[in-house]
């Protein structure tokens, strides 16, 4: 009995082993490879939309930056009015393959200019961001925890900076992880179950019995992050920076068939003010732009190569934009509507959508076209299958993202 125990309680206890691995050891061989998956990246500290979509061709823009804008010359042109930032080639790859979808002009009503509350409300799909205590992500986890082939989180955050309100949830279990290897099982647990007693004994007695099944469970999931960690056939191509990274992991975590639905991974909060570049934009915001937009298409690359890309959809957003007019200090200040990335085997590629006028202005921002809060509803109902209006709160219009 002590020894069994024992196994039990290593196997149980063991931080190495959290329950939606168990979860997936268990159910290891269901066919998931139907089940759609949702990435999303949180570019922190609003991102200026006007300087990733670019409407070089305006008068309006050309004078309302004049030390931060960019020409035809220097663009990505997209269109013969729009265009991508320099540093975007990763992105003009994408979008030339049909992979890449822009989503212009995304916001809701009565956004705050503060960051946190800002921030909450896209968290909270409500611009009463004190409404809820739980995120829309995390609603949409507890949704999909009672589906059959789900894993026993349905949802995990993929990063250092603690884990973001959206996936705060009523009753599913919602993990944070910063690399596949440390899911792994703690060194001699593997060979607990050998330690137990043999023969007829081990047959008969329900403890022994308990124990050898979980213990099975614990080998197998170790054995999925195990395979995932060594590259289980994860494809190279990644840049060597902590976004690209995470990515990496998320796509390891694909491929082990874990069981999760909905990853969240986060650029910008890790460093100084992230995309809140009020003085001194261009260097720090032309970093962040080539980081978001090689590490998106590494990951795609890396997915497309092994026929998992129209499985997944991976989608950005920011908590507001920026003013179009620059602030002096070679910098901008907080503004509303801004750009949103969607890219996958499944959207429908290319603009959509208007961009918004650089002369009618909300408080000197653009004024949104798309509340964020269509954008989830298609992601919801559309793409994970979910009921969108329950985890919402209120039914919202689907937008056309998907290629057919």
Same mark, same amino acid.
């Given at each position: 009995?002590r020894?069994?125990l024992?196994?039990?309680?290593l196997?149980?206890l063991?931080?190495?082993?959290?329950?939606?691995?168990?979860?997936?050891?268990a159910?290891a061989?269901r066919?998931?490879r139907?089940?759609?998956i949702?990435?999303?990246?949180?570019?922190?500290?609003?991102?200026?939309?006007?300087?990733?979509?670019?409407?070089?061709?305006?008068d309006a823009?050309a004078r309302?930056?004049?030390?931060?804008?960019?020409?035809?010359?220097?663009?990505?042109?997209?269109?013969?009015?729009?265009?991508?930032?320099?540093?975007?080639?990763?992105f003009?790859?994408?979008?030339d393959?049909g992979?890449l979808?822009?989503?212009?002009g995304?916001?809701?009503?009565?956004?705050?200019?503060?960051?946190?509350?800002?921030?909450r409300?896209?968290?909270v799909a409500?611009?009463?961001?004190?409404?809820?205590?739980t995120?829309?992500a995390g609603? /949409?986890?507890d949704?999909?925890s009672? !589906?059959?082939s789900?894993?026993?989180?349905? @949802?995990? +955050? &993929?990063g250092s900076?603690? =884990?973001?309100f959206?996936?705060?949830a009523a009753?599913?279990?919602?993990?944070?992880?910063?690399a596949?290897?440390?899911?792994?099982?703690?060194?001699?647990m593997?060979g607990?179950?050998?330690?137990?007693?043999a023969?007829?004994?081990r047959?008969?007695n329900p403890?022994?019995?308990?124990?050898d099944r979980?213990?099975a469970?614990a080998r197998?999931?170790d054995?999925l992050?195990?395979?995932?960690a060594?590259?289980?056939?994860t494809?190279g191509?990644?840049?060597?920076?902590?976004?690209?990274?995470?990515?990496?992991?998320?796509?390891?975590?694909?491929?082990?068939?874990?069981?999760?639905?909905?990853y969240?991974?986060e650029?910008?909060?890790?460093?100084?003010?992230?995309?809140?570049?009020?003085?001194n934009? /261009?260097g720090?915001h032309?970093?962040? !732009?080539?980081?978001?937009?090689t590490?998106? @298409?590494? +990951? &795609?690359?890396d997915?497309? =190569?092994?026929?998992?890309?129209?499985?997944?959809?991976l989608?950005?957003?920011?908590?507001?934009?920026?003013t179009v007019?620059?602030n002096?200090?070679?910098?901008?200040?907080?503004?509303a509507?801004?750009?949103v990335?969607?890219a996958g085997g499944?959207?429908r590629?290319g603009?959509?959508?208007?961009?918004?006028?650089?002369?009618?202005?909300?408080?000197?921002?653009?004024?949104?076209?798309v509340?964020?809060?269509e954008l989830y509803?298609?992601t919801?109902?559309t793409w994970?299958?979910?009921?969108?209006a329950?985890?919402?709160?209120?039914?919202?219009?689907?937008l056309?993202?998907?290629?057919t």
């Amino acid at each position: 009995m002590r020894t069994g125990l024992g196994a039990c309680a290593l196997v149980s206890l063991a931080p190495g082993v959290p329950r939606f691995l168990a979860r997936a050891g268990a159910s290891a061989g269901r066919a998931r490879r139907d089940d759609t998956i949702l990435v999303v990246l949180q570019l922190s500290g609003g991102n200026d939309g006007l300087n990733t979509i670019i409407p070089f061709a305006d008068d309006a823009y050309a004078r309302s930056r004049p030390t931060l804008r960019w020409t035809g010359d220097q663009v990505l042109k997209l269109t013969d009015e729009l265009g991508l930032h320099p540093r975007l080639e990763a992105f003009r790859r994408l979008h030339d393959a049909g992979r890449l979808a822009v989503m212009q002009g995304v916001g809701c009503p009565r956004l705050s200019r503060d960051h946190d509350d800002a921030m909450r409300a896209w968290h909270v799909a409500d611009p009463d961001p004190d409404s809820r205590e739980t995120g829309w992500a995390g609603r /949409a986890a507890d949704a999909l925890s009672g !589906l059959p082939s789900t894993g026993e989180s349905p @949802a995990l +955050f &993929v990063g250092s900076i603690p =884990r973001p309100f959206s996936l705060n949830a009523a009753r599913a279990v919602v993990p944070s992880v910063e690399a596949v290897e440390s899911l792994r099982l703690p060194s001699g647990m593997s060979g607990e179950a050998s330690r137990l007693p043999a023969g007829p004994e081990r047959r008969v007695n329900p403890l022994i019995e308990h124990v050898d099944r979980v213990s099975a469970i614990a080998r197998n999931s170790d054995g999925l992050i195990r395979e995932a960690a060594s590259g289980g056939g994860t494809h190279g191509g990644y840049p060597d920076f902590p976004l690209a990274r995470d990515f990496r992991t998320v796509a390891q975590l694909i491929r082990a068939e874990v069981g999760v639905r909905i990853y969240f991974i986060e650029l910008g909060g890790g460093g100084i003010g992230g995309f809140d570049n009020h003085a001194n934009q /261009a260097g720090n915001h032309d970093a962040l !732009l080539e980081q978001m937009a090689t590490g998106m @298409a590494a +990951f &795609v690359q890396d997915l497309a =190569r092994d026929g998992l890309l129209d499985r997944v959809l991976l989608m950005t957003f920011s908590e507001f934009g920026r003013t179009v007019a620059e602030n002096g200090r070679r910098g901008t200040d907080h503004g509303a509507a801004a750009p949103v990335f969607l890219a996958g085997g499944g959207v429908r590629g290319g603009l959509h959508g208007v961009h918004p006028s650089l002369t009618e202005l909300d408080q000197g921002a653009l004024k949104h076209h798309v509340d964020f809060r269509e954008l989830y509803a298609t992601t919801l109902e559309t793409w994970l299958g979910l009921d969108a209006a329950t985890i919402l709160g209120d039914a919202f219009p689907t937008l056309d993202l998907w290629a057919t």
